[in-house]
């Protein structure tokens, strides 16, 4: 515990100066709250609207989720097949690329425009934002294996399934949770930007809205909520990876007692 927190210390302080530095630029220069609100007025106003924000962030956070899971499932599908299948690695690999060039930015209106308003285009868009990492995380992960771990349980008879089950999948498992994290902060990113080009709820349209309305207190405010539900997502991922994997955390456990 006390690790974790001295190494969130150098950011916590660059942090706490930055909102410093902004709060006093704020006072001194006298800028419309119109343009640029003291980060004061931002949680004052954030708390006052606490419960429209609360809904549409619910909304987001539930988006997120299922356009997470859709992307999760589908990686690891396809990274799957992929490791058990050379020639479809050459074949599919080059389109995972493809995939992360596809412009966002553009492809999130046609979404809209071919599939509505509910919940498909976000998950798709999700999907599109947060598939590239986790799939090539995976992908990598499997090659990375020992090839004399490989070796030795094929000279015990295993056949390709159980060489995957215990030695390539755990092998994987440090790659994958890497991407992992990589893609769960996309996806929030994704679902605001979803949001952002057409929904009916969501952080994505309530800061549209408060735009149009020049209310850039309540824009930052679903700003910092939406950090907060990345950041949230992202911590989850340790708490995950502990489950499921506890000997990936062991080594660097083992290197703070050892500085200690």
């Not at 800028?31 to 987001?60: F, N």
């Not at 990274?79 to 050379?86: C, Q």
């Not at 934002?129 to 000279?155: H, K, N, V, Y």
Request: one cysteine or more.
């Amino acid at each position: 515990m006390y690790g974790a927190v001295r190494r969130l210390l150098p950011a916590i302080v660059v942090v706490i100066a930055l909102v410093a530095a902004w709060q006093a630029y704020v006072a001194a220069s006298g800028i419309r709250p119109q343009v640029l609100p003291s980060p004061a007025r931002v949680l004052e106003q954030g708390w006052a609207h606490r419960d429209d924000i609360a809904v549409h962030a619910w909304s987001t956070l539930q988006v997120t989720l299922v356009g997470f899971a859709v992307s999760l499932a589908v990686a690891w599908a396809l990274a799957i097949v992929v490791d058990f299948s050379p020639w479809l690695r050459r074949a599919f690999v080059p389109l995972f690329v493809i995939s992360q060039t596809l412009p966002i930015i553009a492809i999130a209106p046609l979404m809209i425009i071919w599939f509505g308003f509910g919940l498909l285009p976000k998950i798709l868009v999700i999907a599109l934002a947060t598939f590239f990492p986790m799939a090539i995380g995976l992908i990598e992960g499997f090659a990375s294996t020992d090839r004399e771990a490989g070796a030795l349980l094929r000279s015990m008879g295993a056949s390709r399934w159980q060489q995957f089950r215990y030695v390539r999948l755990p092998s994987a498992l440090p790659r994958f949770f890497t991407a992992l994290r990589i893609g769960v902060t996309y996806a929030v990113v994704g679902a605001v930007f979803a949001e952002y080009v057409g929904a009916t709820s969501g952080l994505g349209i309530y800061m549209s809205i408060q735009k149009n309305s020049f209310r850039t207190d309540l824009v930052l405010a679903a700003v910092l909520v939406t950090a907060a539900i990345s950041v949230a997502l992202y911590l989850c991922t340790f708490a995950i990876e502990r489950v499921v994997a506890p000997w990936i955390a062991q080594p660097s456990r083992s290197q703070e007692s050892r500085r200690g």
